[in-house]
């Protein structure tokens, strides 16, 4: 039987992660789980954010279930020890390039959303977003210039292989959806830009029936408040994929209802919510669990082969939502708990 490996990490991480196992286990009691701490839980624990156990575990698992990582208390450290370096150092470990966050508004959360009810009600797209490189992992650091000023860089660069294979996702996953897909970059001014737009088209010539378009990042950032429901799928690097995917949370009511998966193209994944660790909530019992519960419907889906049962979850989540069972970032009163009891309760 299927082996889950359950990352929970900090602040509302193991709040929600908790909620989405439960769904899991309701699905099929069968399934097996081990946990391992990572990100601030694992430097307090073992001294490193990412400890040699939990990286073997997600390697051993047939899919990783990730909470959140991170707390202000870890922000003075040595970067390789933040919390944060156990995602990233999990991504590229395993190889996980393509994100996929899809965001669409469920029935009954019009008012959540920042937009006005006609606007938001039309949102329906996934980003997949580069997830192993760009500036996140480029050559960074802090040096002193020739007039003693301190600088900081980080270095933004693509290869056309990396570019190559994300596109491809881009142009698969349109081609199950509207086939459209829109690559976004910055390509007036940045030169990894230029290289992926100009890789992007051409891997274009392998999909004639989805409509390419591109778009500056800027713009994109408009279009998506202006009129979500323009796009279908929008392909672009790890940075601008990571901000765009938070603003498109709110088109949708709340960073509490985005799920991710990252894929290396292997079956193995990891899915985790697109939100972080909410230091300002954790321990209240006042996240939402919906993104966590929908990223372990994209496990089954993605991972297990269990397209029913992500089904499943997915439609429950719907009912209790439409039911009127709100956490507190959708203008509603439930715990944590209580939100995921309204969850499984419409799994039948
Ligand atoms: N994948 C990850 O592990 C990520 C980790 N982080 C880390 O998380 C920490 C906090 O970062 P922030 O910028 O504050 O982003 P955040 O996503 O943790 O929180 C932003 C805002 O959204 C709210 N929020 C987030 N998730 C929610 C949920 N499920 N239910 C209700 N409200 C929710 C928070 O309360 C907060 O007001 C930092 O240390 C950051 O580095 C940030 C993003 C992703
Ligand atoms: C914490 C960062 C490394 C990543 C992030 O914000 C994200 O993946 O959404
Ligand atoms: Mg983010």
């Not at 073992?46 to 959140?68: I, N, S, T, W």
């Not at 009954?108 to 997830?131: Q, T, W, Y």
């Not at 991972?303 to 970032?329: F, N, W, Y």
Request: negative net charge.
């Amino acid at each position: 039987m299927a082996l889950i490996a359950i990352l929970p990490g900090d602040g509302i991480g193991p709040e929600v992660t908790a909620e989405a196992r439960r769904v899991l286990e309701a699905i099929d009691p069968a399934f097996g789980f081990e946990t391992e701490p990572v990100g601030g839980a694992a430097y307090l624990e073992y001294g490193q954010p990412l400890p040699p156990q939990a990286l073997e575990l997600a390697k051993r698992a047939d899919a990783v279930l990730f909470g959140a990582v991170g707390d202000p208390q870890f922000d003075a450290l040595a970067r390789p020890f933040r919390p944060e370096a156990a995602i990233l150092g999990l991504r590229k470990e395993l190889g996980l390039f393509a994100n996929l966050r899809p965001a669409k508004l469920f029935p009954g959360l019009e008012d959540a959303s920042a937009l006005k009810r006609e606007v938001a009600e039309s949102i329906d797209l996934v980003i997949v977003r580069e997830l192993t490189g760009d500036v996140y992992f480029g050559e960074k650091g802090q040096r002193t210039t020739a007039d003693g000023e301190r600088e900081g860089y980080d270095l933004m660069s693509y290869t056309e292989g990396e570019v190559r294979r994300i596109a491809r996702v881009g142009f698969e996953t349109a081609m199950t959806r509207g086939r459209k897909l829109c690559s976004v970059d910055k390509a007036n001014v940045l030169e990894t830009s230029q290289l992926w737009r100009d890789v992007v088209i051409g891997v274009a010539a392998d999909f004639p029936e989805v409509e390419l378009t591109h778009m500056y990042v800027d713009n994109a950032a408009m279009q998506l408040v202006r009129n979500p429901g323009a796009f279908d799928v929008i392909v672009t690097g790890n940075l601008f994929g990571d901000i765009l995917s938070d603003q498109a949370s709110m088109c949708a009511g709340s960073i509490g209802m985005l799920p991710s998966a990252a894929l290396n193209g292997s079956g193995k994944g990891m899915y985790e919510p697109i939100h972080g660790s909410a230091p300002d909530i954790a321990g209240e019992a006042k996240a939402n669990p919906c993104a966590a519960i929908l990223s372990a419907a994209m496990l089954l889906r993605h991972s297990l082969g269990r397209g029913d049962d992500a089904d499943r979850i997915e439609a429950a989540v719907a009912d209790a939502l439409r039911d009127g069972a709100r956490t507190a970032d959708l203008g509603g009163s439930l715990s944590t708990g209580a939100m995921g009891d309204a969850i499984l309760s419409k799994l039948g």
